[in-house]
C-alpha cells in the first residue's frame, strides 16, 4: 500500500511560481508512474501531467505544456510539479497519483489528499 503525500500549495499572484512535492512512502516508488491532476470547484477532475517510473518519459495536458515540469526523484521516493507562469485558471486542488501505467490515459492506484493552488489575478 502507497501512501502519498503532497506539499507546496499556497496562494500566489497570477505569474507566479510554484513546485508542489509529492512524497511516497509504504511501497517501491520505481514501480509506478506518476501523475499529477487538479480540480477546480464545480469541475471534473482534469488530468495534468505523468512521468514513467524511471523519469524518462513525460506527458502534459495541453493546457500547462511548456509552463509546468513534472520530475521525480527516486532516491528520496518524491515526485514534483513545477509550475511557472501560474494563471487564476490554474486554481485547483491539486492531486498526486502513482500506478503502474504509463500514458494520459493510464489508470492510478494510490491518490493523495490533495493540495490546495489559489492564483490571484
Known amino acids: 500500500q502507497v501512501q502519498l503525500v503532497e506539499s507546496g500549495g499556497g496562494l500566489v499572484q497570477a505569474g507566479a511560481s510554484l513546485r508542489l512535492s509529492c512524497a511516497a512512502s509504504g511501497g517501491t516508488f520505481t514501480r509506478y508512474a506518476m501523475g499529477w491532476f487538479r480540480q477546480a470547484p464545480g469541475k471534473a477532475r482534469e488530468f495534468v501531467a505523468i512521468?514513467?517510473?524511471?523519469?524518462?518519459?513525460?506527458y502534459y495536458a495541453d493546457s500547462v505544456k511548456g509552463r509546468f515540469t513534472i520530475s521525480r526523484d527516486n532516491a528520496k521516493n518524491t515526485g514534483y510539479l513545477q509550475m511557472n507562469s501560474l494563471k487564476p485558471e490554474d486554481t485547483a486542488v491539486y492531486y498526486c497519483a502513482a500506478g503502474v501505467d504509463y500514458g494520459p490515459a493510464a489508470k492510478y492506484d494510490y491518490w493523495g489528499q490533495g493540495t490546495q493552488i489559489t492564483v490571484s489575478s
Open positions: 512521468i514513467s517510473w524511471s523519469g524518462r518519459l513525460t
